[in-house]
């Protein structure tokens, strides 16, 4: 057997296996699952090791200073998490999750809706069409809905009717958007995997 039908007999094989045991054999189908995700768990960790390294060898050859603080970053959080594990110290990984990565996730999702609206504005410039009109207003209430809401510096009477429009934009239309999203991701998934059982698509010869 040559080396291209090989990894795809296996793979043909294994999914099959994997769906015979959703199917009708669940602890099949857990110990499959379970071997996914060790492999899943080895390949993450020597992606995070091979990107210290690369990291690491920019900071000693080039002296990049964002490389100098994610490896910096990189050996604090794992100090942390050998202390957190050996009792050292108590919820060190938690205390820079929230000191640090959560501010910032915050302002990165701040500057998005500002970024939303900017784009609104640039495509409305470009072309006025009844779309990015749509997506203009729909960006200019969520933020001034958000912005009302969140005072309490405003009467109630006020405040009231940008909660009302902000509740029916993610109750209908935010809904219906990730709905469609779902359905096209699920449609697109089974897809793929009918195409890589019948060894139409082949990522893993590549």
Do not use: C
Not at 127 to 143: D, E, H, M, N
């Amino acid at each position: 057997m040559s080396k291209r039908k090989l990894p795809l007999a296996i793979a043909i094989a294994f999914g099959f296996l994997t769906l015979l045991g959703l199917l009708f054999m669940p602890d099949l189908s857990h110990l499959l699952l379970g071997w996914a995700g060790f492999l899943a768990a080895v390949a993450l960790l020597l992606g995070v090791l091979n990107l210290l390294a690369v990291h690491f060898g920019r900071l000693v050859n080039g002296r990049n200073v964002y490389s100098g603080v994610l490896v910096l970053s990189m050996v604090v959080v794992f100090g942390l998490a050998i202390t957190d594990a050996l009792s050292i110290t108590e919820n060190g990984v938690t205390t820079v999750f929230n000191w640090i990565q959560v501010p910032l996730e915050t302002a990165l999702a701040s500057l998005l809706a500002f970024f939303l609206l900017f784009a609104g504005f640039y495509m409305l410039k470009r072309q006025r069409s009844p779309g990015a009109i749509l997506f203009l207003l729909t960006a200019v209430l969520l933020l001034l809905s958000q912005a009302f809401t969140a005072t309490t510096l405003l009467p109630a009477n006020i405040r009231d009717p940008f909660q009302q429009v902000q509740t029916i934009i993610n109750n209908i239309i935010v809904t219906a958007g990730m709905r469609g999203l779902l359905i096209g991701i699920a449609l697109g998934a089974i897809t793929l995997s009918l195409r890589l059982l019948l060894g139409l698509d082949q990522p893993y010869n590549k």
